[in-house]
C-alpha cells in the first residue's frame, strides 16, 4: 500500500477534495504513525475551508486536528507508546524554547503555528505520521470512538479551569447548541451543576439538548434577557456570536463571569459598557486550545463515557470520508451537531505486516 485515500484542502485554490496520497514515510526516532479510525470536523475546519483562518499554504494540507486511532509504527526512540496502542493526538505543540513556552504557555507560542491537520498533514485520511510528544495512549475501558472528542474536551478541559472556582447552585448560562455546546452542558451536569440553561437560535439543536434529558432549561437568544437578567453567574459563550456576547454581559449578576469559548469571526465587534464591568467587577475570559490538557481531557472522556457522550445522545453524524461533502453540508443546515469521519474500520482494516510503508 503506497497511497491512501485522504480529505486534501487546497489554500491557493480554496478547494477541497478527496485525493489519493502517498501513505506517509515511516516515522523517525521521535515520530509515530496512527492508523486513524475516527477523525472529527470542527468548525475552525468549516472556517479555513471559507477561507477565514489561516492553513498551510506552500502546499495541499490533509485536513483533521481531532482524531483517534492505533500506533502502527513507533519510532525507536518512543517510549511511552508501543504498537498497537490505541491513541488520541494533541495536534497543538509549541516550539518549547520561547518566553510563553518556557513559562507554561505554550499556547500562546508566538513561533510560526505547526498545528496538525492545520499546518501539517491530519487525520482525514487513513494514515498519519505525528510528534511522539502529541501522542496519548487511551486508557482500556474508552473506545476510539469517544476519544474521537478529546481534543474539544482538552480545550473544554482549559476554559474549565480558566473559570473555575465556580460555586455549587450557580447559575450558568451556554450559549450555542453544537457540539461544544452539548459537551459544556454535559460535563456541568456530570460536575454537579443544576442550574443550567441553554440559548440557540436553531430549533432542531435545541432539541438535541433536551433529549439529553440532563434538565437543562433550553431557550431561544431572544427570550434570554427576560428571563434571566441580573440572574446569571457565569456565561460560557460557544457561539461566537458578538451579539449574544453583548448581551451576555449584560445580563451577568456582580461578580459573574463570561467564558468567551466560541471562536469569532476576525471583524467581529461587541459594545459592552466599561461601567457595567467596573460596578459589578465582571470577569471577562478568553480561551484558547488546550495548553497540557490532553491527561484532564482524557480523564474527563473516562469519568463521563458513554453516559454522556454517545454519539447518538449528543447528535454526532458518522460519516465515510467519500461523504465529506454530505458531512459539511449537514453541519452548515445544524442538521447535526458535529460531524465525524469513520476513517478505518473497528479492526483497522489490514495488520501492519501487510501495509508496506515506503
Known amino acids: ?40 470536523v470542527c468548525g475552525t475546519d468549516l472556517h479555513i475551508i471559507a477561507g477565514h483562518m489561516p492553513c498551510k499554504e506552500d502546499a495541499p494540507v490533509v485536513l483533521g486536528h481531532e482524531f483517534s486511532g492505533v500506533a502502527k509504527e513507533v519510532g525507536s526512540g518512543v517510549s511511552h507508546i508501543r504498537r498497537g ?62 476519544g474521537a472528542l478529546a481534543e474539544p474536551m482538552s480545550c473544554l ?50 432539541d438535541i439538548i433536551k433529549a439529553l434529558d440532563l434538565g437543562v432549561e433550553v431557550l431561544h437568544p431572544s427570550e434570554i434577557a427576560k428571563a434571566y437578567s441580573g440572574e446569571v453567574d457565569v ?10 456576547m453583548e448581551t451576555a454581559v449584560s445580563i451577568l449578576r456582580p461578580g459573574g463571569k463570561l467564558l468567551v469559548f466560541g471562536v469569532a469571526d476576525p471583524k467581529a465587534r461587541m459594545s459592552i459598557s466599561p461601567f457595567d464591568v467596573y460596578k459589578k467587577e465582571l470577569t471577562i475570559l478568553g480561551v484558547m486550545v488546550n495548553p497540557f490538557s490532553f491527561n484532564k481531557s482524557i480523564g474527563f472522556l ?7 457522550l454517545s454519539f447518538e445522545k449528543l447528535g454526532v453524524g458518522e460519516f465515510q ?26 479492526s483497522l482494516g489490514a495488520s501492519v505486516a501487510s501495509v508496506k510503508l515506503d
Open 85 to 146: 496502542d490505541r491513541v488520541v493526538v494533541d495536534p497543538n505543540h509549541g516550539c518549547f524554547v520561547c518566553e510563553f513556552c518556557t513559562r507554561g504557555d505554550v499556547h500562546l507560542c508566538q513561533a510560526p503555528a505547526n498545528t496538525v491537520g492545520i499546518m501539517q498533514d491530519g487525520g482525514w485520511a487513513r494514515f498519519c505520521k505525528v510528534p511522539a510528544s502529541v501522542v496519548y495512549r487511551l486508557p482500556d475501558r474508552l473506545s476510539l470512538r469517544v
Open 302 to 308: 473516562e469519568s463521563m463515557n458513554e453516559k454522556y
Open 321 to 346: 470520508l467519500s461523504q465529506y461533502a454530505e458531512a459539511l453540508q449537514k453541519l452548515r443546515e445544524r442538521a447535526v451537531s458535529k460531524a465525524v469521519f469513520r476513517v478505518s474500520p473497528p
Open 1 to 40: 500500500m503506497t497511497t491512501m485515500e485522504a480529505i486534501v484542502f487546497d489554500a491557493k485554490a480554496k478547494e477541497l477534495c478527496l485525493s489519493e496520497v502517498a501513505v506517509p514515510s515511516p516515522p523517525a526516532k521521535d515520530e509515530v504513525l496512527v492508523e486513524v479510525a475516527y477523525a472529527g
Open 235 to 244: 456565561c460560557i459563550d460557544c457561539s461566537g456570536s458578538a451579539a449574544a
Open 157 to 206: 478541559s482549559h476554559g474549565w479551569d480558566r473559570v473555575l472556582p465556580v460555586a455549587m447552585g450557580s447559575r450558568i448560562l451556554v450559549q450555542g447548541a453544537g457540539v461544544i455546546g452539548a459537551l459544556w452542558v454535559s460535563t456541568l451536569h456530570h460536575l454537579g451543576h443544576r442550574c443550567l440553561v441553554l440559548s440557540d437560535p436553531n430549533q432542531s439543536r435545541r
